[in-house]
């Protein structure tokens, strides 16, 4: 009995297909590309929305005490220099790989 389940969960797993997520990367550009554009849909999308929010929460909970309000609004801050930080490299990345080199990516 044993032997059958994991007989059948081995060719189960064997049948499991991952797909390769630096697939079509030839050269160290698109390698670099791929990179910068996870961290950059990783950060927009995921992590930036969430300490806005953590901000937020910090900023509702801080009760009036001067010093959390300070830190939430602090929090938000850096929250949206690092966007900027991001977009920036972003647009710079882009600017270097498609204008000054002539790779098309």
């Not at 959390?68 to 220099?81: E, N």
């Amino acid at each position: 009995m044993i032997k059958e389940i994991s007989t059948e969960l081995i060719n189960t797993l064997a049948n499991v297909g991952l797909d390769n997520p630096l697939s079509g990367v030839n050269n160290l550009g698109e390698f670099f590309n791929k990179l910068v554009n996870f961290v950059f849909y990783l950060t927009v999308i995921g992590i930036a929305p969430l300490m806005y929010v953590w901000a937020g929460v910090r900023f509702v909970t801080a009760a009036g005490d001067p010093e959390k309000i300070k830190m939430a609004k602090g929090l938000a801050f850096w929250v949206t220099i690092g966007l900027i930080v991001v977009f920036a490299a972003k647009g710079l990345i882009s600017f270097i790989t498609q204008d000054v080199f002539r790779i098309s990516l």
